[in-house]
T-cell receptor, first 116, second 112 residues
Framework: DTGVTQSPTHLIKTRGQQVTLRCSPISGHKSVSWYQQVLGQGPQFIFQYYEKEERGRGNFPDRFSARQFPNYSSELNVNALLLGDSALYLC???????????????FGAGSRLTVL | QQQVKQSPQSLIVQKGGISIINCAYENTAFDYFPWYQQFPGKGPALLIAIRPDVSEKKEGRFTISFNKSAKQFSLHIMDSQPGDSATYFCAAKQTSGSRLTFGEGTQLTVNP
């Protein structure tokens, strides 16, 4: 059983550039969420998509955007990168839209973004 | 806005000892409280979770204690092992919501 897969695993960008991160959920899962984890802190919610529709948005600027495709995979885009965007970006999937109980939220290993 | 406060920031325990990590929350709309374990280079993995209608849940060596009136919950790791050395995060979710709000994490080191 393949878990949540994310790509790329590591990437380095410079300020002002744009980045696209990709996520493939566990087979059968219809919900994908994105979290940002700054070094030494807990993950912060960015977006959730369920059945290709945005279900939730965290307190992040409009430079952050995402989408979910018909096969339930997802992309996170960040424009005009800032030094403070350096973080581990985690994708998580679940079968249903509200993670709880049997509807476990499963995380991928993340994409580590460094902005110079 | 920090809605889930976690302590301690770091914890060192001897093998066989009990590790205790505490969390406190403010939002009474939270109705699901999971604990995640994260190893270096990996994403967080669900360890154990509880709903506020029970005061304790045990799975193997891991126990969650929940105090609804105090708005606090804690993770107890019995017979701690070096393999338990990791970062632990408590989290909370609102009723019908989709996002998890995480604490800041506790780095646990279990010495052999």
């Amino acid at each position: 059983d393949t878990g949540v897969t994310q790509s790329p695993t590591h990437l380095i960008k410079t300020r002002g550039q744009q980045v696209t991160l990709r996520c493939s959920p566990i087979s059968g899962h219809k919900s994908v969420s994105w979290y940002q984890q700054v070094l030494g802190q807990g993950p912060q919610f960015i977006f959730q998509y369920y059945e290709k529709e945005e279900r939730g948005r965290g307190n992040f600027p409009d430079r952050f955007s995402a989408r979910q495709f018909p096969n339930y995979s997802s992309e996170l885009n960040v424009n005009a990168l800032l030094l403070g965007d350096s973080a581990l970006y985690l994708c998580a999937s679940s079968f249903g839209g509200s993670p709880s109980g049997a509807n476990v939220l499963t995380f991928g290993a993340g994409s580590r973004l460094t902005v110079l | 806005q920090q809605q889930v406060k976690q302590s301690p920031q770091s914890l060192i325990v001897q093998k066989g000892g009990i590790s205790i990590i505490n969390c406190a929350y403010e939002n009474t709309a939270f109705d699901y409280f999971p604990w995640y374990q994260q190893f270096p280079g990996k994403g967080p993995a669900l360890l154990i979770a509880i709903r506020p209608d029970v005061s304790e849940k045990k799975e193997g060596r891991f126990t969650i204690s929940f105090n609804k009136s105090a708005k606090q919950f804690s993770l107890h790791i019995m017979d701690s092992q070096p393999g338990d050395s990791a970062t632990y995060f408590c989290a909370a979710k609102q009723t019908s919501g989709s996002r998890l709000t995480f604490g800041e994490g506790t780095q646990l080191t279990v010495n052999p």
